[in-house]
């Protein structure tokens, strides 16, 4: 089963942080692709960071040295870490995941690359 639920979301003031998590029950794959990605209101959806089970991460350029993503391989569960947030982060974050996937490079920022998706969890960044 690769059903993924996120939490987390919330509002915070601008500087503020926030970690959202993703629980993926069925991950119990060798190896498989994860991430993050976000979707705010009249925009396209795009991509946050994704992360490999070997650890391999890439970070959008927007988010690069205020979010972090992890992955916790024992507890099926994906993690963004944000720092630093601006309210042009305010958007509904969607995680995503690839099961038996194994993807380098920009592959892991591309919503074409995830087979599932979760419901998302809304983040709202005041000023």
């Known amino acids: 089963q690769a059903q993924l639920v996120e939490s987390g979301g919330g509002t915070v003031q601008s500087g503020g942080s926030l970690r959202l998590s993703c629980a993926a029950p069925?991950?119990?794959?060798?190896?498989?692709?994860m991430g993050w990605f976000r979707q705010a209101p009249g925009k396209e959806r795009e991509a946050v960071a994704g992360?490999?089970?070997?650890?391999?991460?890439r970070v959008a350029d927007s988010v690069k040295g205020r979010f972090t993503i992890s992955l916790d391989k024992d507890k099926n569960a994906l993690y963004l870490q944000m720092d630093g947030l601006k309210v042009e982060d305010t958007a509904m974050y969607f995680c995503?995941?690839?099961?038996?996937?194994?993807?380098?490079?920009?592959?892991?920022?591309?919503?074409?690359?995830?087979?599932?998706w979760g419901q998302g969890t809304q983040v709202t960044v005041s000023s």
């Open positions: 995503a995941g690839a099961p038996g996937k194994y993807y380098f490079g920009d592959a892991l920022l591309s919503h074409s690359s995830y087979d599932y």
């Open positions: 069925g991950y119990t794959y060798r190896s498989y692709s």
């Open positions: 992360i490999t089970t070997d650890g391999r991460t």
